[in-house]
C-alpha cells in the first residue's frame, strides 16, 4: 500500500508524517512520532489507556486512522505539561498517589482533562461517568476521583 502523507496539528505543533491507510493513530502516535504517551491496552476503545483529543473530543486513539488526522488538531498527554511545571491534573495525581503501575494513568489525565474542560465544577457522580470509558486493574478510583475533584478546586481558582 502506498503511504499517505498527513498534515495536522499535534500538542499545537504542525505536524508532518507518512502513515498507512489502515495504520492506527496511536500507531502513528507512538512508532512514527515518538509521543509514547497513550498505551495500547486493548486495541479495541474499551479501557481508553490510549486516550486523546481530537478536535476537543475524547476519542480512543487506537480506533482513529492516522490518516483521519489530516487537517485536524490532537492532544495527547505530551502536550499537558508546560515546560517543567505540570497540569494541575498530574500534580494533583501525583500528591493523591493517584496512580500505580502507570499504563492507565495518561487515559485518565486526558478524560479527566477533557472534563473539567466541559464541566469544570462536576460532582463526584459526573467525574465517575466522565471517567468511565477509563478503566485501571490497579488503584480502585478512588484516588483518581479525589485527584480530580482537587484539581479541579484548584483550576476554579487559578
Do not use: W
Not at 503501575?101 to 469544570?120: Q, Y
Amino acid at each position: 500500500m502506498a503511504a499517505i502523507a498527513v498534515s495536522t496539528t499535534i500538542n499545537g505543533d504542525n505536524v508532518e508524517y507518512l502513515c498507512q491507510p489502515d495504520e492506527t493513530l496511536l500507531d502513528v502516535l507512538r512508532d512514527r512520532l515518538g509521543l509514547t504517551g497513550a498505551k495500547e491496552g486493548c486495541g479495541t476503545g474499551d479501557c481508553g489507556a490510549c486516550s486523546i483529543i481530537l478536535d476537543d473530543r475524547l476519542v480512543c486513539s487506537c480506533l482513529v486512522l492516522g490518516a483521519e488526522t489530516e487537517g485536524r488538531r490532537v492532544e495527547t498527554i505530551e502536550g499537558m505539561a508546560h515546560g517543567d511545571r505540570l497540569h494541575p491534573l498530574q500534580q494533583k495525581f501525583l500528591e493523591h498517589a493517584a496512580l500505580q503501575c502507570g499504563v492507565c494513568t495518561p487515559g485518565f489525565l486526558i478524560a479527566a482533562k477533557d472534563l473539567l474542560a466541559k464541566n469544570p465544577d462536576p460532582t463526584e457522580e459526573e467525574i465517575r461517568f466522565g471517567l468511565a470509558g477509563n478503566l485501571c486493574r490497579c488503584t480502585g478510583y478512588d484516588k483518581i476521583v479525589r485527584a480530580v475533584q482537587d484539581a479541579a478546586s484548584v483550576m476554579k481558582g487559578a
